[in-house]
């Protein structure tokens, strides 16, 4: 099963919408820097309507406490750790619940990737941009990808994914998924819904799903 995520949905009425148009995971983001960021309980109420549909809710966090990420897990299937989280702290939880996003900005992240990649965890990458710790809408530089994909075959693809470029970044890059937001957007938390569909249906008939 390949990987066809939609972040940083913010309303319980769209990710209804979304689930409906069958992307394998929906992502909402537990930061409160982000301008994406929702609280525990809207979380709890996004994930309660998703309950009828085969669509893992991701929490996506930046350096939260151990506490806060075990709450998060009572409620998403999975928590994406896109900030500064290492792999001590990362393996404190089950394999099957985590995905750990690193920020590519040079070769030294490709040493990151491969540290979480040899362990068995999902990586996905992002774009680097200081300051920010996801969503910008930045690509990551074409010949880092071609030395991620060198490294592990199981990676996420994000950063500047649209409904626009997913098929043809698939085909290049051959990731085991891809994950967009903000591109997708009307303003930051809210999707334009059939900039979504398109993009789900392209990333599906780029992986052949």
């Given at each position: 099963m390949s990987f066809i995520k939609v972040c940083g949905i913010t309303t319980e009425s769209q990710a209804l919408e979304i689930a409906k148009m069958k992307p394998t995971h929906i992502g909402v983001i537990h930061f409160e820097k982000s301008p994406r960021h929702i609280d525990i309980s809207q979380i709890k109420k996004i994930k309660n309507i998703l309950k009828n549909y085969p669509v893992k809710l991701v929490a996506v966090v930046v350096n939260l406490k151990k506490n806060l990420i075990e709450e998060l897990l009572n409620i998403a299937d999975i928590v994406q750790f896109h900030g500064d989280e290492s792999l001590d702290f990362v393996k404190q939880f089950d394999k099957e619940k985590v995905i750990k996003a690193i920020r590519v900005k040079d070769e030294k992240s490709l040493k990151d990737i491969e540290k979480f990649s040899k362990e068995g965890y999902l990586v996905l990458i992002d774009a680097f941009k200081k300051g920010e710790y996801g969503g910008t809408g930045k690509q990551i530089d074409k010949n880092l990808v071609k030395k991620v994909s060198n490294i592990t075959d199981k990676f996420i693809l994000s950063g500047?994914?649209?409904?626009?470029?997913?098929?043809?970044?698939?085909?290049?890059?051959?990731?085991?998924?891809?994950?967009?937001?903000?591109?997708?957007?009307?303003?930051?938390?809210?999707?334009?819904?059939?900039?979504?569909?398109?993009?789900?249906?392209?990333?599906?008939?780029?992986?052949?799903?």
């Open positions: 500047g994914l649209s409904d626009e470029n997913v098929y043809r970044l698939i085909k290049e890059f051959n990731p085991f998924g891809v994950d967009a937001s903000s591109k997708l957007e009307v303003k930051p938390g809210m999707k334009d819904l059939k900039r979504v569909k398109n993009y789900i249906e392209e990333a599906k008939k780029a992986l052949k799903q």
